[in-house]
């Protein structure tokens, strides 16, 4: 168990609707990062937020936003889905701190099917 | 950007072999830091190894090491004694001191292992 928590594991909607999901970091790491897999695809950077505020930005679409709160857990918000959205979404954690020797600890993924 | 090669999308190794995975990366910074992923068909995304640029000795976890060439900017993954569990995709990443804190990430290696 890496300690970082994705809800939910699984979801299924259909074209033109939004969904949100959601990560909990482990405790103590400041940073969130978010990543998409497409089938067979690599891993593609969406978004990168620390402390709450975002860091860095990716491939990351507009009908795509994402927000970390206070309590530093993070939710990417998808809308106007279309069906080339569906894809495995990473929530991964790390401490956020610049020059620091850490790693990236990565949820179980959320596998959003758009039908 | 940084950038991180991995030049074969596909190798296999019978078990109790060894296998070599390749990666290399493109950078102009001196400090930073190397990973190997492992995603097993359960996608769930596993640390492997890592190493840090200004060690030179190469950094080993059991039956997996690393070939750490600063010089060439390569980053090899070493299986020792293969094992049907270590069937997966590898993926390759980067982390520098001075880009934010993002990880880079390569496009993978699907190992198959042959019993």
């Known amino acids: 168990d890496s300690g970082v928590t994705q809800t939910p594991k699984h979801l299924i909607t259909a074209t033109g609707q939004r969904v949100t999901l959601r990560c909990s970091p482990r405790?103590?790491?400041?940073?969130v990062y978010w990543y998409q897999q497409s089938l067979d695809q690599g891993l593609q950077f969406l978004i990168q937020?620390?402390?709450?505020?975002?860091?860095a930005k990716g491939n990351i679409l507009e009908r795509f936003s994402a927000q970390q709160f206070p309590d530093l857990h993070s939710e990417l918000n998808l809308s106007s889905l279309e069906l080339g959205d569906s894809a495995l979404y990473f929530c991964?954690?790390?401490?956020?701190?610049?020059?620091?020797?850490?790693?990236?600890?990565f949820g179980s993924g959320t596998q959003l099917s758009v039908l | 950007a940084q950038t991180v090669t991995q030049s074969q999308p596909e190798m296999s190794v019978q078990e109790a072999e060894t296998v070599t995975l390749s990666c290399t990366y493109d950078?102009?910074?001196?400090?930073?830091?190397l990973f190997w992923y492992k995603q097993p068909p359960s996608r769930q995304m596993i640390l492997v190894i890592r190493?840090?640029?200004?060690?030179?000795q190469n950094a080993t976890e059991n039956r997996f090491s690393v070939n750490f060439q600063k010089a060439a900017k390569s980053f090899s993954l070493k299986i020792s004694d293969s094992q049907l569990g270590d069937a997966a995709m590898y993926f390759c990443?980067?982390?520098?001191?001075?880009?934010?804190?993002?990880?880079?990430f390569g496009t993978g290696t699907s190992l198959t292992v042959i019993p």
């Open positions: 991964a954690s790390s401490v956020g701190v610049s020059g620091y020797n850490e790693k990236l600890f």
């Open positions: 405790s103590g790491d400041l940073s």
């Open positions: 937020y620390y402390n709450g505020e975002e860091r």
């Open positions: 950078t102009s910074e001196s400090d930073y830091y």
């Open positions: 190493q840090e640029a200004y060690k030179q």
């Open positions: 990443a980067y982390r520098g001191t001075n880009t934010g804190n993002q990880f880079y």
